[in-house]
């Protein structure tokens, strides 16, 4: 195939990490579209900036190889593949850039903080459009498939989003034994309780005190628990005698919440 010019390597790989990433296929971008999607969307901004960075990086690197007839800024193809796999090796902390943006992107979805996303307003058009970075289309079948899909009976579907960034979808490939995930923030927020609570059963004013002095990425302590969340944690006690299993799954499933 013809050499590439700089200009469009820095399209090829922008478009080709958005695919490793999982954000798309080759048919969801339109190559005079780019620019615009750069303005639009905070993060497809990050991996422009990044494979720029890159292909600017290797055109320097050959700078003394360069060919004193011009064509020195061209790149093939076998260029781009080579490069693609380094800049993913360099992307850990991009990884945890972008969970943090789709945290901040659904939060700002789900009402008053609750970590709940209505099902109406995750799939709705129009709040794409107004405040979404990224494309939620799963289906309910795949939403309750992996934990991330909260229709008890007498309430409309909400989405939760803890389980749902957690899900294998939303991790990237780092090797063939490894992936890179979005990091699991209540299991941060547990080692700090355990640590606070020094037992394997705690009242509930106990946890809500630990609970309450625990700093995640998106709250800074001291937070404060809603009243819901707290009359629940109540009563997982009342249900086991007052006391409440750290390490059960009612209290995992309110720590999510909280």
């Known amino acids: 195939s013809a050499p590439l010019r700089q200009v469009d390597a820095h399209r090829v790989l922008t478009v080709a990490l958005e695919i490793r990433g999982g954000f798309g296929r080759v048919a969801d971008f339109r190559w005079e579209a780019l620019k615009r999607l750069v303005r639009r969307n905070k993060r497809f901004a990050e991996v422009w900036d990044v494979a720029n960075d890159a292909v600017g990086s290797l055109l320097f690197a050959r ?77 309910m079948e795949h939403l309750k498939a992996i934990g991330a899909l909260d229709d008890a009976s007498g309430r409309h579907p909400q989405v939760r989003i803890p389980n749902y960034m957690l899900a294998p979808m939303n991790c990237d490939e780092h090797s063939p034994a490894t992936m890179r995930c979005c990091l699991n923030e209540c299991e941060l927020v547990m080692k700090d309780v355990e640590r606070l609570v020094r037992a394997p059963l705690a009242a509930p004013a106990a946890l809500l005190g630990a609970v309450g002095n625990v700093s995640t990425s998106s709250v800074d302590a001291p937070r404060r628990l809603s009243s819901l969340l707290v009359q629940r944690l109540h009563a997982i006690a009342a249900e086991r005698g007052g006391q409440v299993p750290l390490h059960g799954r009612v209290f995992a499933e309110w720590l999510h919440l909280a």
Request: with cysteine.
């Open 63 to 139: 700078r003394h190889l360069a060919s004193p007839f011009g064509g020195g800024g061209s790149f093939s193809l076998a260029d781009l593949a080579r490069l693609g796999p380094r800049v993913l090796a360099d992307r850990g902390g991009q990884r945890h850039a972008d969970c943090g943006l789709m945290k901040e992107d659904l939060m700002a979805l789900s009402r008053g903080g609750s970590g709940l996303v209505p099902l109406a307003k995750f799939w709705s058009p129009e709040e794409k459009k107004r405040t979404a970075m990224f494309g939620y289309d799963e289906t």
